[in-house]
Every structure is written in C-alpha cells, then in structure tokens.
C-alpha cells in the first residue's frame, strides 16, 4: 500500500497548497489493515497538512468486506490515539459501511458507531442509510456528530429535512463531479446527435470562470 498512500498523500498536500481554508482527506481504510498502520496513515497526513480525516471499516476484500468488530474499533482507537498526540486539532470521522453491502443491519451500524464514539473519533458516519426515520434513529444513538453523504439516487435529502432528523455535517462525495460530467455528456450528445449547441445558453460565461478561480 506504500505506493497508494504516497499517491494520495501527495494529492492531499497539493489541495493543502493551493487553499487558505483547511482540508480534511478521505484516506479510505487507513492504507493497510492493521491498527498501527493506521495510526502512521493519521501522522503522514498531518505531516501532509491535512487537520482532519476519515476512515472506514471496509476491507476492500468482497467476500469479507467489513473488518471484524473488535478490529474495526482497535483500528479507529489508533487512529484517535495518533491524532490527539499531534500538536494541533485533528478531526477523525469514523465511517461504518455496513449499509453499502448487502444484508445491511442498522444495529450492527449503531454498534459500531457507539463503539467509533467511545473510541474517541469526534464525528461518525455511515454512508448508504435509506430513508430518514433511520437517520434520525442513527443521530439518536449518538452524541457526536453524525455527517450524512448526499450522493446516492433515492436516498439523498434536503438540508432542513437532514438537520431536522439530527445530521450535524454534509458531504457530497462524487456527486459535483458527476454533475459536471453529466452536463459535458449531454452536451457532446447535443451536438453529436442533433448537430445543435443549446447548451451554450446554459453556460457560465469565461470571464466569471476566472473570476471565481482568482484568474
């Protein structure tokens, strides 16, 4: 995983250069299984100049693809540990999975959370729940901030519906990149398969695009 963490940290440290406002990194699984590999992913990122991260219980192994509890928890309890020891604020999100697989158990989710939140990370996650009765049920089990993901079609919601249910944070994951992807498709599309260029009206013009990238 050297390979991969180097990778990512890099990028990480680009976004850290090229902003005033501070940056949290989704470094995914912590880069290896075991707790103390997490812990050093935790320092290499603050080294990086990240101030926050997440990390996940997802093994990236399919036919096991949640780390067993008591791992799951050590791993988030190093990576706690790794964070409080540095010399600035450093904000863990923990994230419980199990509602991106199959046969999710909403228990097994509040479980692992509750056992995330005395393993010291200051906000939890689970992305994938399916409507809002279970994210007001999940924010209820808790006492830390609860971060909910727009991006996932049918179970994605508004922010007044998301703040009424208890959600303390929002992140949309792929969902602006998507949207500016599926823009560019449709507009190629016009153009290939009508031979027309309505998309234009749409734009945004040039000289805002620099004004907002500071050009």
Same mark, same amino acid.
């Given at each position: ?12 440290h ?11 990194? @989704?470094l ?8 103390e590999?997490?812990a050093?992913?935790? !320092? ?6 990240l ?24 791993r ?17 999100t ?12 909403? @228990?097994?989710?509040i479980? !692992?959370?509750?056992a995330?939140?005395?393993?010291g ?14 994210v007001?049920t999940?924010?209820a089990?808790?006492?830390k ?6 991006g996932i ?6 922010v007044a ?5 208890g ?26 398969? !009508?031979g ?18 500071g050009i």
């Open positions: 995983m050297a390979g991969e963490t180097e990778d990512a940290l890099a990028h990480a680009s976004i850290v250069e090229a902003t005033d406002l501070p940056v949290s990194g @989704d995914e699984g912590g880069f290896g299984d075991s707790p590999t997490v050093e992913t935790i !320092r290499l990122a603050a080294g990086a100049g101030v926050g991260c997440t990390i996940e219980d997802s093994t990236g192994d399919q036919n096991h693809p949640l780390y067993e509890f008591a791992l799951a928890v050590e988030i309890a190093a990576a706690a540990e790794a964070a409080r020891a540095l010399p600035f604020p450093f904000v863990l923990a994230r419980a999975h199990n509602f991106l697989y199959s046969d999710p158990s909403l @228990d097994d989710t479980g !692992r959370l509750q995330f939140q005395a393993a990370a200051d906000v939890l996650f689970a992305p994938g729940l399916p409507d809002l009765d279970t007001a999940v924010c089990s808790i006492s901030p609860f971060n909910f993901m727009v079609k049918g179970r994605s919601f508004s519906e998301l703040t009424t249910a959600v303390r944070r929002i992140s949309l994951a792929t969902s602006l990149y998507r949207a500016a992807m599926t823009g560019f498709l449709d507009a190629v599309s016009e153009v290939k398969d !009508r027309e260029f309505g998309f234009l009206d749409r734009c945004v013009a040039t000289s805002e695009l620099h004004r907002l990238m």
